[in-house]
């Protein structure tokens, strides 16, 4: 199947797409990995007019420590989540998970922010965070994905 048509667009700067966003509202949709959005796009049960491609923005992708809170780009890829020797330390839940979303390729593109913003019920990380939020007894000691 053959996606609708769409203009592209590819933001060198969180500000940038920021913009575009604004301008193009509900027109708009963000691609990361393009894992779940492609598919349904070639299904043509998505038909954004605008693709905001903000897998060129550098700075997105970084997995860091900050006292007890650990910050996940939301461009991290899953096999960055995976391999993150922060996270194998502090929150080693997530690369467990990480390491049995879909085969090889899946991983290196599809990302945390994709996948959170899809919210497929059935994925895999919406759940094990959800389980680290019942889990964590003191809200300021969280590790969160941003
Ligand atoms: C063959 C295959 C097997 C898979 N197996 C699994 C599996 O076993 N487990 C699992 O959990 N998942 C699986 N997936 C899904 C995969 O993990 C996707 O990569 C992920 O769900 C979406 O991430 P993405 O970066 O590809 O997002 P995209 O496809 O680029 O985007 C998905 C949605 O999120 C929005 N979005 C993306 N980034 C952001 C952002 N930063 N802010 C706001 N909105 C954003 C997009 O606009 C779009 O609506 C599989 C996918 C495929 C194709």
Do not use: W
């Amino acid at each position: 199947m053959i996606p609708a048509a769409f203009e592209y667009f590819a933001p060198q700067s969180v500000s940038e797409a920021i913009g575009l966003l604004e301008k193009h509202g509900d027109d708009a949709k963000l691609l990361a990995g393009g894992h779940s959005l492609l598919p349904i796009m070639k299904l043509r049960l998505a038909q954004p007019k605008v693709i905001v491609d903000i897998g060129r923005i550098g700075g997105l992708d970084g997995i860091k420590a900050d006292g007890q809170k650990i910050a996940i780009g939301a461009l991290a890829t899953h096999d960055a989540i995976e391999h993150s020797a922060v996270l194998k330390a502090q929150c080693p839940l997530l690369p467990e998970v990480a390491a049995v979303i879909g085969d090889m390729q899946v991983r290196n593109r599809g990302t945390i922010g994709g996948s959170m913003a899809h919210a497929d019920p059935a994925a895999d990380y919406p759940a094990a965070i959800l389980a680290l939020d019942v889990l964590r007894g003191d809200a300021h000691d969280r590790p969160q994905a941003q």
